[in-house]
């Protein structure tokens, strides 16, 4: 009779061990971090805007001009808090030159339909605002300035304990005489 040839069999202890090596050297190195969920930037609208933020910008410009402010377009990856009509709809990015707070001074021109969709959004918005989930996505103390033009909605957010710029509190003044105003609930 032939000797059998015997094959040992992996242990249990084994296998776990090369199931858990597999799945480590999955995941990124050590130091990279998987954003939250509250951190995900969505993809953004589908369309872009139109002549009605062309018209707003024009205004915008006139409106901070008199406080002797620049606005300039945006390419920064910027986003509000938004409520989720804000975070589908097109919108435009501008920023204030300010030159002791280069990170600040968004302002973001969304476009709906027509002037009673923006306000219902507008409305919307502010209600967000006061809500838990948005106050955690803004710093403390923020202030949300929004104001209706047209069927643009225009949003800036700032906090006035924490400017860097004393030309911050000069956006605000400004923007009051732009549109009319959304009152945000505190």
Not at 33 to 55: D, F, I, K, N, Y
Not at 60 to 88: C, H, I, M, W, Y
Not at 126 to 145: D, E
Request: charged share 15%.
């Amino acid at each position: 009779m032939a000797a059998r040839l015997k094959i040992p069999r992996p242990n249990a202890l084994a296998l776990s061990l090369a199931a858990v090596l597999l799945l480590a050297g999955c995941a990124g190195s050590a130091g990279e971090v998987a954003p939250s969920v509250g951190a995900l930037v969505t993809e953004g609208p589908t369309r872009t805007v139109g002549p009605a933020v062309a018209q707003t910008r024009t205004e915008l410009v006139q409106v901070l001009g008199t406080k002797n402010l620049v606005l300039q377009d945006s390419q920064a990856e910027f986003r509000p808090p938004e409520d989720p009509t804000f975070a589908t709809t097109p919108r435009a990015l501008y920023q204030v030159i300010l030159p002791k707070a280069p990170q600040e001074g968004f302002i973001v021109v969304y476009e709906f339909a027509d002037p009673t969709a923006a306000a219902e959004a507008a409305a919307a918005q502010a209600a967000y605002l006061a809500t838990g989930p948005a106050k955690v996505q803004s710093p403390f103390g923020a202030r949300h300035i929004i104001r209706l033009v047209g069927p643009t909605v225009v949003q800036y957010t700032w906090v006035p304990a924490g400017a860097e710029d004393p030309l911050q509190p000069d956006i605000q003044t400004a923007l009051e005489t732009l549109g009319t105003g959304v009152p945000v609930p505190s």
